[in-house]
């Protein structure tokens, strides 16, 4: 039995003239890894990129190989649930699901520090 695919934020986001950020945190196995970010890739390559309200997505992958995170923003939040809802990326997420978990959230800026 597949697990359901969860993707409504947690909490309502306001600040749509920045932009939101989605920040998906992926908990697989140590060796499944570099298979995992090759799935990310292609998935924004070929489907993600083109949609309307992409902004950008920057992959990284823990130091201990236990997870990958996914950090893309959107124009709004909008974009970013037709994005969740489409077929080609629901068909994407199959072979994502069968090596990993994930837990996406939506986020504004609430800060920002530079040096």
Known sequence: MKPALKF?????????????????????????QDELVRLLDALTDEVTRSMP???????YKSL?????????????AESWRAMVHDPRVRAWMDPILRIATFEPRLYEAASNHKA
């Open 64 to 76: 201990d190989r236990k997870s990958v995170v996914n950090h893309a923003r959107w124009r709004d």
């Open 53 to 59: 309200g992409f902004v950008s997505s920057t992959v």
């Open 8 to 32: 409504e934020p947690v909490f309502a986001v306001e600040a749509e003239e920045e932009g939101v950020v989605l920040i998906n945190v992926f908990r697989v196995a140590p060796e499944k």
